[in-house]
C-alpha cells in the first residue's frame, strides 16, 4: 500500500505562484509514475500532469503547459508541482496520485492506482 499527503495548497492572487508537495510512504518500490489532478466545484476530476518515478519523463495538460512544473526527490520520496502565473480558473482541490506503471503521454491521464486527499487551491481575480 502507498500513502500519500499533500501540502502547499492556499489562497493566492492571479498571477502569483504557489508550490504543492506530495509525500509518498509505504510501498515506494511499487511507484513507476506520480500524477497531479484537479476538481473545482461541480466539475470533473481533470489531469494537471504527470512524471515517471526517473524523473525524466513529464507530460502536463494543455491548460497548464508552461506554467505548471513537476519534479520530484529521489531522496525525500516528494513529488512537487510549481504553479506559476495562477489564474482564477485553477481553483481547485488538487491531488496527487501514484500509479505501478510508468505513464506515457497517451496514459500519463489514467487509471492511477493511489490517491492523496487533496489539497485546496483558490485563486483570486
Known amino acids: 500500500q502507498v500513502h500519500l499527503v499533500e501540502s502547499g495548497g492556499g489562497l493566492v492572487q492571479a498571477g502569483g505562484s504557489l508550490r504543492l508537495s506530495c509525500a509518498a510512504s509505504?510501498?515506494?518500490?511499487?511507484?513507476?509514475?506520480m500524477g497531479w489532478f484537479r476538481q473545482a466545484p461541480g466539475k470533473e476530476r481533470e489531469f494537471v500532469g504527470g512524471?515517471?518515478?526517473?524523473?525524466?519523463?513529464?507530460y502536463y495538460a494543455d491548460s497548464v503547459k508552461g506554467r505548471f512544473t513537476i519534479s520530484r526527490s529521489n531522496v525525500a520520496n516528494m513529488v512537487y508541482l510549481q504553479m506559476n502565473s495562477l489564474k482564477p480558473e485553477d481553483t481547485a482541490v488538487y491531488s496527487c496520485?501514484?500509479?505501478?506503471?510508468?505513464?506515457?503521454?497517451?496514459?500519463?491521464?489514467?487509471?492511477?492506482?493511489?490517491w492523496g486527499q487533496g489539497t485546496q487551491v483558490t485563486v483570486s481575480s
Open positions: 496520485a501514484a500509479k505501478r506503471v510508468p505513464i506515457t503521454a497517451t496514459s500519463a491521464s489514467v487509471r492511477y492506482d493511489y
Open positions: 509505504g510501498s515506494i518500490f511499487s511507484i513507476n509514475a
Open positions: 512524471i515517471n518515478w526517473s524523473g525524466i519523463n513529464t
